[in-house]
């Protein structure tokens, strides 16, 4: 046999907070984990500053809790592959997991884990100035623009969050936002309204991301009176939220309008053997807990599944 | 081969004037990504025979992270024969860094 034929019980995508919480309960349960993951293990987590809506945590840092459940879940045995998955094949008694540099991956079950990735302002640029002014994570990149003016986009948690890590370090940091109103959590709104080097650009959208070699300035337009204006700044953090990414498991498993996979309350899809769990399925609330809760959920249907195959 | 852990001093004779190529990653430990990316680093130090994996902490080498204009962490450079030939920025997926080194 080679190595691409061996047959794990429990083939993870994604080792994000509900991948690696599903492998840690299907490796105690007895079965063989893989987790294959294309970037690195940990998930959305590890961009949030604090953690502080964990039961059993008053505070712990986004990447430090995500070490922890990675090395939690590396000790009960599971076994991590970084590869892309690209594709998902049913073939009755198991599944065959398609990678890109891997080949195929078979397993009696599979869970989808993939979660979700930021979304882009999509704008000229953007992509360009990654690592020269543009960037998607506050606590890593903030400590570089240290007494420098920097933008922060967004109105959610990530957002508010990201302008308060900032506001520390950064001269100036401006928040814009396309509404008045926010929809990250009222305690953080008002913790960062506390800091004079704090400027609110609300009912505005960015325009344009300027620059030759690197970022220079902001194109800032107000929804409301239509007016324009440069902004001149070293580093804008893009925080508008996240897009699901299960193109490669359309064809087998039923997903909603929006691209999240479609499961029971048993995180159980439309095909039998493949469970959905964390951000990247259809659900109300994605939260850190409810990402382990589907973790869970989605490890030990997998496992009953496989225990009456 | 285990990853080497770089400082000012070390840099010259161990990058600059080392045989083959030599992946770099600038880090700091209060870098979320690049501890994340640490187990990877780890698993590309001890599969490689012909690169020799190395790590930078740019709080403790603050001039090599300004001699290589390194603003966002992690950044991967390869170096051959003293000279940068490949350099990345942010979390890349293994693969990507292993076409780094082809």
Known sequence: ?309 | MAVVHITNETFEKEVMQAEGKVLVDFWASWCGPCRMLGPVIDQLGSELTDVKVCKIDVDANQDLAAKYKVETIPTLVVFEGGKEVKRSVGVQPKPAILAMLK
């Open chain 1, 1 to 309: 046999m080679t190595e691409k034929q061996i047959m794990t019980d429990v083939l993870i995508v994604g080792a994000g907070t509900a991948g690696l919480t599903a492998a840690v309960y299907a490796a105690r349960a007895g079965k063989s984990v893989k987790l294959v993951e294309q970037y690195l293990q940990g998930g959305q987590i590890i961009n949030a500053s604090h953690v502080e809506n964990f039961p059993g945590f008053e505070s712990i840092a986004g990447f430090e809790f995500a070490e922890a459940l990675y090395n939690q879940a590396i000790k009960m045995g599971a076994e991590i592959v970084y590869d892309k998955v690209t594709g998902l094949q049913d073939y009755g008694s198991h599944k065959g997991v398609q990678t890109e540099y891997g080949g195929e991956l078979l397993a009696k079950a599979v869970i989808l884990a993939t979660g979700a990735r930021v979304r882009p302002l999509g704008l000229e640029n953007e992509d360009r100035f990654i690592g020269s002014g543009v960037s998607y994570c506050a606590t890593c990149d903030g400590a570089f623009f240290k007494d420098k003016n920097v933008a922060v986009v967004g109105g959610g948690n990530t957002a508010l969050d990201d302008a308060l890590v900032l506001s520390f370090t950064s001269k100036k940091v401006y928040l814009i936002h396309r509404s008045d109103t926010f929809s990250g959590e009222k305690r953080l709104l008002e913790k960062l309204q506390e800091h004079d080097n704090v400027v609110f650009i609300l009912d505005s959208e960015v325009t344009a991301i300027n620059g030759s070699e690197r970022l220079e300035s902001l194109g800032i337009r107000n929804k409301v009176s239509g007016e324009e204006q440069t902004l001149d700044v070293d580093a804008v953090f893009i925080a508008i939220g996240h897009v699901p990414d299960n193109k490669a498991f359309a064809s087998l498993v039923e997903l909603d309008a929006y691209g999240y996979i479609k499961t029971d309350e048993n995180c159980a899809t439309s095909c039998p053997g493949i469970y959905a769990a964390g951000d990247g399925r259809v659900k109300k609330v994605r939260q850190l807990t409810t990402a382990a809760a589907d973790g869970t959920e989605a490890a030990l249907a997998a496992c009953d599944y496989i225990d009456l195959l």
